[in-house]
């Protein structure tokens, strides 16, 4: 199964800030996947990203806020722009890739992030 | 929409045997996910169905009835090491969108 590197993988940073989280994959995958994980909550998903596109954004999240670049099939980043303090969670990454026998979804190790 | 239930939180007793339970209701099914996730760690793949019944991997076991909407994943052989959140994703009809919902996980704690 596919290998994800994600760095940082922790930041405490400054309110009105921004924060790039890059994601580097082992193979070439044809989506990424954006999700934020705040504390005792599940996964939810901010935007799925396609080499040569524009990302597709989940319902209340903007561009703008989390601007996103994929520009090729192994590496993509995700900007916390503006930061504040409710933007504090666990940013992870993700592919779909082979996994026991069938597809499923590995993740980076994760950033924790911090807005002070 | 999308709904995935399953309980916050369970314990159990190192050897002994655990049931946690998921179910869900979403517009269209293309199979069901287990992931562990140890605290301040990723989610890591535990299993995949697709079709009714039970497929068992060592001492985890994941069972699915499409038609109640019900899944569970069993613990055997409890370990403290297997204290973690365990989550439940179901991912939708490929004819909408392919990209799997999560529940928001259950909490388990082992003691010894």
């Known amino acids: 199964s596919a290998v994800i590197s994600q760095k940082p993988s922790r930041d405490i940073c400054q309110r009105g800030t921004s924060l790039t989280i890059q994601c580097q994959v082992d193979?070439?995958?044809?989506?990424m996947f954006w999700y934020r994980q705040q504390p005792g909550q599940s996964l939810t998903l901010i935007a799925t990203?396609?080499?040569?596109?524009?990302?597709?954004?989940e319902s209340g999240f903007v561009i703008d806020k989390f601007p996103i670049s994929r520009p090729n099939l192994t590496f993509s980043t995700l900007t916390v722009s503006n930061m504040s303090p409710e933007d504090s969670s666990i940013y992870l990454c993700?592919?779909?890739?082979?996994?026991?026998?069938?597809?499923?979804?590995?993740f980076g190790s994760g950033t924790r992030l911090t807005v002070v | 929409g999308q709904n995935i239930d399953q309980p916050t939180e369970m314990t159990a007793t190192e050897g002994a045997i655990v049931q946690i339970n998921c179910t869900y209701q979403?517009?269209?099914?293309?199979?069901l996910f287990w992931y562990q996730q140890h605290a301040g760690e990723a989610p890591t793949f535990l299993s995949y169905?697709?079709?009714?019944g039970l497929e068992e991997k060592g001492r985890f076991s994941s069972f699915l009835s499409r038609s109640k909407g019900y899944s569970y994943l069993l613990l055997k052989e409890l370990q403290m090491k297997d204290s973690a959140s365990y989550l439940c994703?179901?991912?939708?009809?490929?004819?909408?969108?392919?990209?799997?919902?999560f529940g928001r996980g259950t909490s388990l704690i082992v003691h010894p």
């Open positions: 993700s592919v779909e890739a082979e996994q026991g026998g069938g597809y499923g979804y590995t």
């Open positions: 169905n697709v079709l009714d």
């Open positions: 990203a396609n080499q040569g596109s524009e990302a597709t954004y």
């Open positions: 979403t517009s269209g099914f293309n199979g």
């Open positions: 193979s070439q995958v044809t989506m």
């Open positions: 994703a179901v991912r939708p009809d490929p004819g909408g969108s392919y990209i799997p919902t």
